[in-house]
């Protein structure tokens, strides 16, 4: 199939150890504007801090924007606006504020993110990973629509992950009446696969209004807030335990964090390189509707293993065919246009 052929690197000349600094030196963002979700800690907060020093000026999504702000004192040109990805009304608020504006919106980095956790439900009734990773940045996506048009030349980059391999879209049942597993994976894998099929529809209707679409996996970084859903402010217990940890490959027997570029252990600004990769570099001119990894198009992995989440099994993290196919991703286009009650 045309997406599956997409899939191979084309060789950027950057590694899994690049940092975002690195991906943008060179380029000058002077101009441009970018809306970065969830942009003020983790792996956000570096992108907004690279694309920054690029010139980029940056909107930073967040829930709490005096709290987000405050972790972006000192960087240039950043302004925080208010966004709750699980309430529908406070996307289409923020969407209208941007557009009220008149400012053109070069790229869209949908990088906020939760991850595992018992069941939770929005007020729809929704299950939280797939409304906050996916619907919430579906509504916000096609609410900023104007402004992405105005650029004249957009990127839309969904954060994913190599947990994308744990679970297709569940068709018959995406918010869970039965099944969910007891840490909340098979809810993430679903959100992180609904990610990369957005990108692909996205790319596929957009293009041809010079939008395209990408879907990165940024690498494993221990040091980002991605965790259960919780309100801002209030403490929770840490969702790996020290023995899983160790486990997983991903601390010693001290319980040190291992970074391991080559392993995707990575550091905050190695993790943030594949986003500012998408959003920015002129190397992916004329490309679209693909998964990126390590600064590059990852190969396609056509026949995946199953994962066994918890171990140091080797799971790679190469994109997947369900996660590509073209009529899947249009079917999740009509369900999550349904599910949001908007369409454009």
């Known amino acids: 199939m045309e997406h599956h052929t997409k899939q191979h690197p084309i060789g950027t000349g950057f590694t899994a150890a690049t940092t975002a600094d690195e991906v943008l030196a060179g380029i000058d963002l002077s101009g441009r504007n ?61 969407a209208a504020r941007y557009l009220a504006t008149g400012r053109p919106l070069h790229a869209l980095v949908n990088n906020a993110g939760i991850m595992a956790g018992p069941l939770v439900r929005d007020a729809r009734g929704y299950e939280s990973q797939f409304a906050v990773n996916h619907l919430g940045h579906f509504q916000l996506t096609l609410g900023l629509l104007p402004a992405l048009r105005s650029a004249r ?40 696969t609904a990610n990369v099929l957005f990108a692909v529809e996205l790319d596929r209707r957009w293009s041809a209004d010079r939008i395209r679409g990408f879907a990165v996996h940024p690498g494993i970084v221990m040091t980002t807030r991605l965790g259960p859903w919780i309100p801002e402010g209030e403490e929770r217990e840490p969702w790996l335990s020290d023995d899983q940890m160790r486990a997983m490959g991903l601390a010693d027997e001290r319980g040190e964090l291992i970074l391991d570029p080559d392993r995707e252990l990575k550091t905050p600004q190695q993790g943030a390189s594949t986003s500012v990769f998408a959003a920015a570099s002129p190397l992916l001119d004329g490309i679209g509707g693909v998964y990126l990894k390590d600064n590059d198009l990852s190969p396609l992995d056509e026949d995946p293993h199953d994962v066994e989440f918890g171990t140091d099994s080797d799971v790679k993290s190469d994109v997947v065919p369900y996660a590509l196919d073209p009529v899947s991703a249009r079917r999740l286009w009509e ?10």
């Not at 240039?76 to 289409?92: G, M």
């Not at 957009?154 to 744990?166: E, F, K």
């Not at 369900?335 to 454009?344: D, N, P």
């Open 34 to 94: 970018i809306v970065v979700t969830g942009g003020h800690n983790g792996i956000g907060l570096e992108t907004v801090r690279a694309l920054s020093r690029a010139g980029a000026a940056v909107t930073v999504a967040a829930r709490n924007p005096e709290r987000a702000a405050a972790s972006l004192a000192g960087i240039d040109r950043v302004e925080t606006s208010q966004l709750d990805l699980l309430d529908p009304v406070s996307i289409d608020a923020f």
């Open 153 to 192: 030349g957009a990127r839309v980059v969904n954060l994913t992950s190599g947990g994308h391999r744990i679970s297709d879209i569940r068709w018959d049942d995406p918010h869970f009446k039965d099944g969910y597993d007891e840490m909340g994976m098979l809810g993430y894998g679903q959100s992180k």
């Open 335 to 344: 369900l999550s246009e349904e599910l949001i009650g908007h369409k454009v």
